[in-house]
């Protein structure tokens, strides 16, 4: 398996301008992870998905950012519209819960700067 | 709500020596993992190790091991014989649910 897609690896935006992240996840896996990686904040869940489902949106900032996942093999997260301070490193992990090794397998982030 | 608690922003360590990083967590589930990752400055995030919480023995991999305190909530990770290589940032986590919680981390210089 080629592990978890994300795309695209750098995105430099104008501050105003919608921004749309991709991600695909390991294929099987049911659980969807949304993160945000700042210097200041750490590592912050936005949201995660099972079975498609949003389960838990409540790190989601504000209205500009909406996520979702039509089916098991894509998700996007879109921020609508940007601001620079915005401008972070994006992961997209996936799980399967209920599985052996229950662990959380990251994509390589995207890199999103918001001039 | 769970949390994950690495009291140590930064640490160093001589290349071939051991180091230990803290990490401490709260949890209200009966059954869980912790994991500890590494992220070199590429930004992958590498699992580097994982406990069960219901077993007794504590994890490892080659260099790597884990004191799991489950009474304690504490769950430090051991690098022994370090290496340039292992120079990263360093995350504890714990699975809340189906969720995971990380840790702040710690960054972790190799000195040659």
């Known amino acids: 398996d080629a592990g978890v897609i994300q795309s695209p690896r750098h995105e430099v935006t104008e501050m105003g301008q919608e921004v749309t992240l991709r991600c695909k996840p390991i294929s099987g896996h049911n659980s969807l992870f949304w993160y945000r990686q700042t210097m200041m904040r750490g590592l912050e869940l936005l949201i995660y998905?099972?079975?498609?489902?949003?389960?838990?949106d409540s790190g989601m900032p504000e209205d500009r950012f909406s996520a979702k996942m039509p089916n098991a093999s894509f998700s996007t997260l879109k921020i609508q519209p940007s601001e620079p301070r915005d401008s972070a490193v994006y992961f997209c992990?996936?799980?399967?819960?209920?599985?052996?090794?229950?662990?959380?397998?990251f994509g390589q982030g995207t890199r999103l700067t918001v001039v | 709500a769970q949390t994950v608690t690495q009291s140590q922003p930064e640490m160093s360590v001589q290349e071939a020596e051991t180091v230990t990083l803290s990490c401490t967590y709260d949890?209200?589930?009966?059954?869980?993992?912790l994991f500890w990752y590494k992220q070199p400055p590429s930004r992958q995030m590498i699992l580097v190790i994982r406990?069960?919480?219901?077993?007794?023995q504590n994890a490892t991999e080659n260099r790597f091991s884990v004191n799991f305190q489950k009474a304690a909530k504490s769950f430090s990770l051991k690098i022994s014989d370090s290496q340039l290589g292992d120079a990263a940032m360093y995350f504890c986590a714990s699975n809340y649910g189906q969720n995971f919680v990380f840790g702040p981390g710690t960054r972790l210089s190799v000195l040659p």
């Open positions: 949890t209200s589930e009966s059954d869980y993992y």
């Open positions: 992990a996936s799980s399967l819960w209920g599985g052996p090794n229950t662990e959380a397998f």
């Open positions: 406990q069960e919480a219901y077993k007794q």
């Open positions: 998905f099972n079975n498609n489902v949003p389960i838990d």
